[in-house]
């Protein structure tokens, strides 16, 4: 599986941006995916997760209420919506799939895709 993330730039306090995570390769095999992020001198930290399935979303309870995740599973993409931006959402953005097939499991990260917030 590989991942392409795109969509990332720099915006002001809340405005928007809508990444997008393109998916090619054996994605039938994948379970999950989802959106982390890591800023400077940070550890990566866990954004959003939607289930491939089922389309079952998760978030961050400091993204709850301002960021959507969305899947559309025709054109092998993910989103995830960025609304009511802060400053402190500054960070590279990594997609992440979980694989599972015929007892193997997979875990795939895209390059990143950087999200600037200003003041």
């Known amino acids: 599986v590989q991942l392409v993330e795109s969509g990332g730039g720099l915006v002001q306090a809340g405005g928007s941006l809508r990444l997008s995570c393109a998916a090619s390769g054996n994605t039938f095999r994948i379970n999950a995916m989802g959106w982390y992020r890591q800023a400077p001198g940070k550890q990566r930290e866990w954004v959003a997760t939607i289930d491939s399935n089922l389309g079952v979303t998760n978030y961050a309870d400091s993204v709850k209420g301002r960021f959507t995740i969305s899947r559309d599973n025709a054109k092998k993409t993910m989103y995830l919506q960025m609304n009511s931006l802060k400053p402190e959402d500054t960070a590279v953005y990594f997609c992440?799939?979980?694989?599972?097939?015929?007892?193997?499991?997979?875990?795939?990260w895209g390059q990143g895709t950087q999200v600037t917030v200003s003041s």
């Open positions: 992440n799939a979980l694989t599972f097939y015929s007892g193997s499991s997979g875990d795939y």
